[in-house]
Structures are given as structure tokens and as C-alpha cells.
């Protein structure tokens, strides 16, 4: 029998390639790829990159010779708290089934409070096998649901509203290298957070400076597709799309209305122009997610021939700033 373990400790350098395979081999098959992918952009030197490998050895005995490489049976448990731009987090650990996982989860949530890291999600398919129990009380609750949503751009027949060329529908006019004018910029996002169905409890959590800088890290950052939408002079929308070149996708990373301009059309028309934006960039297919509560946003994407084709459940630790 393990000998106490439910102490947890960051992996010792020597400990990390056998911890780092042990992580991968007991997460979900899908979160293995996502896991993958995360390594290989992360730096092997950077030291701070690895400060939120956590694990659970199977004995002091074991932990005492860390100056060697473990072997992944010395490892009762292993979590990953990988940083983020923005000032966030993505937790990577499988799912939990015994004391060790439920003290290393638990010594994550102790991770990011010191560290004070407002937002650290852990995302998973629902068939997963995460319980939201456990989730909860190693400090971690079921936040929402996200649906995946994606229209295809290819062929001769387009969606309903898709060009070939950009075009601006109900009348907007769309202004590109919306980042030139920061603050314009800034005060429409905050408008379009007024009483938003899509995850409302993220408003507050961290400076949208850090919100901004994570909405850069998505894709491949192209400033001119970043767009203020206005209608008879007045800003009334904002726009964020980006590339993903391997893929074929273009992303609708962020789209909001400002509340005093909603009811008018302007969200169908403002998803119609990055449909047609990324036709003319020849991308295959236009992919977002939303909130599975927001059933008005869904229908607007249903209309415009989005379907979906995942759902994701959201696990997170919230720590608003003061």
C-alpha cells in the first residue's frame, strides 16, 4: 500500500519526463492530443513553465531520490497547472478516483490562489468520467456548459449571408485594426458585457487588458480582422476573429453587441460579415463556442446554418481581484 499518499509536492526536475507520461497516459483520450499540444508549445528550459507540476509519489522513500528519474509507478497522482496569457490557467489532470488525485486537485486550487491567477478552467467532454462532486470539493465547481459550433464554407452553395467578398449586411460599417483605438475599443467590449447571457459570471474577473491579451493568444493574431461595427455613426459591436492555418478554421474568438444597441439584427449581421471575411480568405469552415445557456445566441447561429459538433463542460476556480 502507497505510504501517505496524499502528500503532494512540484516535481522535482528529474521526476517531470516520468510524471509528464504519467499525466498523459491517464487523461481521457481526447485530452491527450489537447495535452500534446500544449507540451510542444511549451519551453523544455522554462523553468516557470513547470512550477505547477504537482504530484503525489507513492512514498517518501521514493520522493527522497528525486535526484533520479522516476519511474511513472513511483507517481500516485499528477496534476498540471499550465500558465496562460491573460493572466489565466488550464488544469490538466484526469479524472479523480482516489485520495492521492483528490489532494493533488485540491493542491492545485492552492496553486492558483497563491499565485492569484483569477481564472483556472479545467475543460472537459462530458463523457470524460469527471464527477462534478469531486470537482467541487477539491475547489474546482462546475462552471457552464460550452457548445462548439462550426459552418462550412466550402462548395458552391455558402450559408445563408456568406460572401465570397466582405460585405457589410444591415447597414454596418465595419472598421478593421479596432486595437489602434484602445480605449474605443475597451469602453464597446465593456458595453457589450452588459448583461450578457455568455458566461456572466467572468465579468469583473479579471482587467479586460488580460481578457484582450488572452483573445491574442488565439490562432494566429491578425490585427486588422479585430473590428469595431457601427451603425449611423455609433459603435454598436465588436468583432475578433482569427486564423488557424493548419486546420482550415477561422475563429470567431470574441462577438458582442452593446446592450443598448440589441434587438435590431446587428449580431446575425456581424456573424453574416466574418462568414464572408473568412470565405475570402478561403478558410473551410467559420468555428465559435457560446455558452449552452445561451439559447438566443444558439438560435442566431442555428439560422445561420452553425451546427454544432461538441460540447465541452467546464470546470473552474474564480478568484476576482480586489
Not at 50 to 79: K, N, R
Not at 225 to 236: C, K, P, S, T
Not at 309 to 321: K, S, T
Amino acid at each position: 500500500m502507497p505510504e501517505k499518499p496524499c502528500t503532494v509536492v512540484p516535481s522535482p526536475p528529474a521526476w517531470r519526463p516520468a510524471a509528464l507520461r504519467k499525466l498523459h497516459d491517464a487523461l481521457p483520450g481526447d485530452l491527450q492530443a489537447g495535452l500534446a499540444q500544449a507540451l510542444h508549445a511549451t519551453g523544455v528550459a522554462d523553468a516557470a513553465a513547470w512550477d505547477g507540476l504537482l504530484i503525489a509519489p507513492t512514498s517518501s522513500a521514493a520522493l527522497a531520490a528525486s535526484v533520479h528519474e522516476a519511474d511513472p509507478a513511483a507517481i500516485a497522482a499528477v496534476a498540471w497547472v499550465q500558465r496562460l496569457p491573460g493572466d489565466t490557467a488550464c488544469l490538466w489532470i484526469p479524472p479523480v478516483n482516489d485520495a492521492a488525485g483528490l489532494a493533488v486537485m485540491r493542491a492545485a486550487a492552492a496553486f492558483v490562489d497563491e499565485r492569484h491567477i483569477p481564472l483556472t478552467q479545467l475543460v472537459a467532454s462530458p463523457d470524460d468520467g469527471y464527477a462534478d462532486a469531486d470537482c467541487e470539493l477539491a475547489g474546482f465547481p462546475r462552471f457552464t456548459t460550452l457548445r462548439y459550433l462550426y459552418v462550412d464554407l466550402t462548395g458552391d452553395a455558402l450559408p445563408v449571408g456568406a460572401h465570397r467578398q466582405p460585405s457589410a449586411p444591415n447597414g454596418l460599417h465595419f472598421a478593421g485594426d479596432a486595437e489602434r483605438e484602445a480605449v474605443r475599443l475597451q469602453q464597446l467590449i465593456e458595453q457589450t458585457y452588459v448583461g450578457t447571457l455568455d458566461c456572466p459570471q467572468l465579468d469583473g474577473v479579471r482587467p479586460l487588458a488580460e481578457v484582450l491579451e488572452g483573445y491574442r493568444s488565439q490562432g494566429t493574431h491578425r490585427p486588422e480582422h479585430w473590428y469595431l461595427a457601427q451603425a449611423e455613426g455609433l459603435d454598436v459591436g465588436v468583432l475578433i476573429l482569427a486564423e488557424h492555418p493548419g486546420l482550415g478554421n477561422w475563429e470567431v474568438v470574441y462577438m458582442g453587441v452593446a446592450a443598448a444597441a440589441r434587438g435590431r439584427g446587428y449580431g446575425s449581421a456581424i456573424v453574416e460579415f466574418a462568414m464572408s471575411v473568412a470565405a475570402s480568405r478561403h478558410a473551410e469552415r467559420l468555428v465559435l463556442a457560446v455558452d449552452a445557456a445561451n439559447e438566443p445566441a444558439l438560435q442566431m447561429y442555428r439560422a445561420l446554418g452553425f451546427i454544432t459538433w461538441g460540447e465541452r463542460v467546464v470546470y473552474a476556480r474564480l478568484r476576482a481581484r480586489a
